[in-house]
């Protein structure tokens, strides 16, 4: 593979320095898609580190790439439809993007799981919850079935599901959508990994079965250590559950801090945008019948095929000038852990919406 | 907008010269589940059960609720696009629940409905134009240039552009096929949109968009909406009164105002403190957990259909079933121990 990069390892010397430890270090990420309009690219420089048990938030509006990018982690995305063409994913010493594909079996599921936004896909409707979370676990550990029963029974059990014995033997369609989402959960918990990727892992639940999953996931990232990248539109979901927060659009970064800078002092018109779009609980209040309008981001999204040139979201923004026209703003760091792909955001301290 | 008064009694409520534009008195909707072979085990899905309020005219009335709920299937109904089990839809002092199809056309003219899925909603072989141009034609209301200039306006008027017009729904964004969807709603002049999960399909900024449009047509044309979402906050946006269904029944209705900033209902308090907060510098009140999942419709609890989840509940909750009750003006709670 091309990879651009020289082999490096993850103590970067500009990093803050850390006390943490960086479990996943994905740099220059680039994953191209082949369609008949031509080459697409769903990621397009992408470079962000997963710390040791945080719950790091991907989040953005559809077909921005987070899903891609996590997909790319694990070097899921069908060779069909696209391919990983540049930058390198390292967990621990080992560049995943190099691995052969059954050094990564060891890998993925194991070290690194995942779970997804429908379990009812994810899952295997001919088998039950106990046969599929067994295969997993023996996949990966070398138990009998017997203890790999109990192993999927324990499981059960810390996340939560009521009489685990009987369930343990039902089929997938015989639980609710909740019940689903903890047995992926115990799936994917069940090798201990050291990484969760969730993918949009509440969006299909209702918001007291959201609420349920969320403090599950929160209890089970702080009983096991195990670090998170969770990928969501949702940005309370995100407020909640995130200790740092990635902001993709148009296959790039525009934006990454820890989670209170991000919605307090957003430094991206992008993020700042759907910030003030999003809907919140009590925010309207008005006496009587009266209504607020919410602000807008005017326009949509550009289609991956008809990318404007500069900035990706030039069109959309107020902000725009004629240098974002020709120069493609790169990720920069504007405060401490603070960094921004704009070129009208100066130091973190002069933005307060306009200049 | 005057503030609404309560009428005590809703059978005298629709001889009022205020009478309301939709008068919903206890609607049910029991689907038949086919079940075993004998006629004896026929079970039924309690979709909707004993569901009553009242929309006036220019107002949002949002109905809340989680999947399963029925607020999709009171949609459908007042529209008689399933046929109710009981109960009466009173609109324009007429109750369309009985009439057979052949005569509800005049009144599909005063009702329509916006989907959830912007992409499965438009037939994909028809024209933008085409599809918003359809209804006049159907209903007799406009022919040949007359529906183009119509047509056009109407674009117009939900932010599409005129040279849109020929193009296919395929050719457009989520967003902009929402669009279509309103505009073709609005086509016959209605007094009363239903919309059903109108923004959720669509991405927070041109949500946004959306429930914007929705406010500026209520404001402009004076036409009111049943909104049926999911989204808490959205609903605050978008609702002068909102009700919150669980099971098949209405537990909580009441202006905007009281229901968002004092819920009553042990199901709203529980729902509204499970929204996340999209501000991690606000401290979050004392969320409360609701154990378990919705039981089935099939198979609905004794007594309060809450009771099973209810973190107040009393051994008399299993027993009777609750009604609707008001404890202060315009605020109506279905619980035992309010």
Known sequence: MESTKLSMTSENSEAPSPPYKIVLDVENLKTHFHTRQGTLPAVDDVSFQLRQGEILGLVGESGCGKSVTSLSILRLIPSRAGKVVGGSIKYGDVDLLKLSEKELLDIRGNEISMIFQEPMTALNPVMTVGEQMIESIRIHQKLSKHDARKRALEMLRTVKIPAPEQRIDTYPHELSGGMRQRIMIAMALSCDPKILIADEPTTALDVTIQAQIMDLLKEMQKLLGTAIIMITHDLGVIAEMADRVVVMYAGRIVEEAPV????????????????KAVPKLGEAELPGQARSRLSTIPGTVPALTDLPSGCAFRPRCSAATSRCEVERPSLEQKAPGHLAACWNTGPATAIGGQK | MSKEQQDATISEASTKPDAPLLDVRGLKKYFPVKQGILPSSRKYVYAVDDVSFQVKAGE???VVGESGCGKSTVGRTILKLIEPTAGQIIINNQDVAALPRSEMRPFRREMQIIFQDPYSSLNPRMTAGQIVGEPLRVHNIAKGPEIKDRVADLFQRVGLRKDQINRYPHEFSGGQRQRIGIARALALGPKLIIADEPVSALDVSIQAQVINLLMDLQDELGISYLFIAHDLSVVERLSHRVAVMYLGRIVEIADRNSL????????????????PVADPNIKKIQRTILKGDIPSPMEPPSGCPFHTRCPIAEASCKIDVPHLKEIEPGHQVSCHLR
Do not use: C, K, W
């Open chain 1, 260 to 275: 209170r800078d991000i919605y307090s002092n957003p430094l991206h018109p992008y993020t700042q945008g759907l910030m």
């Open chain 2, 60 to 62: 949002t009335l949002g």
């Open chain 2, 260 to 275: 968002f900033e004092n819920p009553q209902h042990p199901y709203t308090q529980a729902l509204l403190s499970a929204v």
